[in-house]
C-alpha cells in the first residue's frame, strides 16, 4: 500500500523543495453548478451512512454532477450488497472502496492528491483578524 504523502505543516523545507520540484501544470475548465440526486429511501443503514457522510464531508465541495452519480451508484451497490444477504465477497468490497477513494473519502485519499480540509474557524472576529494579520506583512 502506498504511504500517505505529509500534510504541508509537516513538511521540512527540504521536503517543501522537492514538492515544488514535482508540481506540474493544471488543466482548468470552468464548473457547471451540480445537480444533486435523491437518495433512496429505502437504502440500508450503511449505505444511506456513507451517502450522509460524503454529503457532509469538505471534500463535497469539489463534487461535479458526474460525482454525485457515482456516489448514487455506489450507495445503491452497499444497499444491493447489504440486501443479498449470506457472504460478502472481499472483491465487490474493494471495488466499492476503490470507487470511494476516487470520490475522496477519507483523509487519506484527499493528501494524495494535495487536498488538506482546515478547521473552520470557530468566531468570524477570530478569523478575520488571521486575515488581517496575514495581510499586514504584505
Not at 66 to 86: K, M
Not at 92 to 114: C, K, N, P
Request: charged fraction near 30%; hydrophobic fraction near 35%.
Amino acid at each position: 500500500m502506498p504511504t500517505l504523502p505529509n500534510r504541508s505543516e509537516d513538511l521540512t523545507s527540504a521536503g517543501e523543495r522537492k514538492r515544488k520540484e514535482r508540481d506540474t501544470t493544471v488543466a482548468r475548465g470552468r464548473s457547471i453548478p451540480a445537480t444533486l440526486p435523491e437518495p433512496d429511501p429505502q437504502w440500508c443503514t450503511a449505505a444511506r451512512m456513507i451517502w450522509d457522510s460524503m454529503l457532509e464531508s469538505g471534500g463535497a465541495a469539489y463534487f461535479e454532477s458526474s460525482d454525485y452519480a457515482v456516489l448514487h451508484l455506489t450507495a445503491d451497490q452497499i444497499d444491493h450488497l447489504y440486501q443479498q444477504g449470506g457472504r460478502r465477497s472481499p472483491e465487490y468490497l474493494r471495488v466499492i472502496m476503490q470507487t470511494l477513494g476516487s470520490l475522496l473519502a477519507t483523509e487519506g485519499d484527499r493528501r494524495r492528491l494535495r487536498i488538506e480540509l482546515q478547521d473552520a474557524p470557530d468566531d468570524d472576529e477570530g478569523f478575520l483578524a488571521g486575515l488581517e494579520e496575514l495581510f499586514a506583512d504584505a
